[in-house]
């Protein structure tokens, strides 16, 4: 499963490590991408390959791992949409996000193209914000605007 990690604007991001699941956490060192810091990280994939953050841009990136624990490369447009944070499944080819008071979803062809405009999920209420999507991309996990933490299944 993907990692979600909350937003965060005025502080660097730091990863830990650990060897075992019993252990403590290692303080870590910061994430970086090409060299500098990033500060609204939204995702981490499920290998710790690819990393996915809204830049101050408001368009999502993405940067694949080329060094050691937290440590990325060149920086690429993850999705042609803006001012959204989204959540991508776990195989990396759907992203899901709020646009224009409507759920979105859109999927891609390949990791290593940016996501096209989404496609309106019907039924969802308005400002609903996706939190999570499992592994499989059939359930997803959002905050509705009533503050409630809600599922919905593909097919329902």
């Given at each position: 499963?993907?990692?979600?990690?909350?937003?965060?604007?005025?502080?660097?991001?730091?990863?830990?490590?650990?060897?075992?699941?019993?252990?403590?956490?290692?303080v870590g060192g910061l994430i970086t991408v090409q060299g500098g810091t990033i500060d609204n990280l939204v995702q981490i994939s499920a290998d710790g390959q690819t990393i996915y953050w809204r830049h101050t841009d408001n368009h999502?990136?993405?940067?694949?791992?080329?060094?050691?624990?937290?440590?990325?490369?060149?920086?690429?447009?993850?999705?042609?949409?803006?001012?959204?944070?989204?959540?991508?499944?776990?195989?990396?080819?759907?992203?899901?996000?709020?646009?224009?008071?409507?759920m979105r979803r859109s999927t891609r062809t390949s990791t290593t193209t940016p996501f096209p405009l989404g496609q309106v999920i019907a039924g969802f209420p308005a400002a609903s914000d996706p939190l999570f999507v499992t592994s499989d991309d059939c359930i997803?996990?959002?905050?509705?605007?009533?503050?409630?933490?809600?599922?919905?299944?593909?097919?329902d």
């Open positions: 499963d993907l990692h979600s990690f909350p937003t965060r604007r005025s502080s660097d991001l730091e990863p830990g490590t650990r060897a075992l699941t019993g252990q403590v956490f290692d999502l990136r993405s940067a694949h791992r080329n060094g050691g624990y937290g440590q990325f490369g060149t920086a690429m447009a993850a999705s042609v949409a803006t001012g959204m944070i989204g959540r991508v499944s776990g195989d990396e080819m759907s992203l899901y996000y709020m646009s224009g008071g409507t997803l996990y959002y905050l509705a605007a009533d503050g409630s933490l809600r599922t919905a299944r593909r097919g």
